[in-house]
């Protein structure tokens, strides 16, 4: 059976959503594969993201990832918005999820840093509901 595909949606696709792409693959490539995309993109990921999670999980987001948009990946069987506060374009998907994040952009590396630490929760607690089929 092939792994589940995970999308982590944001407007822009350059911050939050680009932050979970990264952790996704990162701590939970093993259950799912994640995607990041938006309804809008920006020409680079944000630096202060590329930077703090380079600095925090040696993981170098500009050369793996880009900004693109929802046609840009796969049909997938699950949708994390990253709560945009935005009406959301509908996404097929057997699962959708809103995790409510502010966007840190513009805000204190402590800022980023607290919204880091809750997508790496959020990734973990994803991880295990998929691995226990309990999501759909």
């Known amino acids: ?35 990041s995309a938006g309804t809008e993109t920006k020409p680079q990921i944000n630096q202060d993201a590329v930077r703090l999670i380079k600095d925090i999980y040696s993981i170098d987001m500009e050369k793996t990832q880009h900004s693109k948009t929802l046609s840009d990946i796969p049909p997938v069987d699950v949708v994390i918005t990253m709560g945009c506060n935005v009406t959301c374009p509908a996404i097929s998907c057997n699962y959708m999820e809103d995790w409510g994040l502010e966007d840190p952009s513009g805000k204190s590396d402590e800022e980023f840093k607290k919204i880091i630490n809750t997508i ?7 991880k295990e509901k998929i691995k226990n089929q309990s999501l759909y």
């Open 1 to 35: 059976m092939s792994k589940p595909k995970v999308a982590f949606v944001c407007v822009h696709n350059s911050c939050r959503s680009q932050i979970a792409e990264a952790l996704g693959k990162h701590f939970a490539g093993d259950v799912f594969d994640s995607y």
């Open 120 to 126: 790496e929760k959020n990734i973990l607690s994803l």
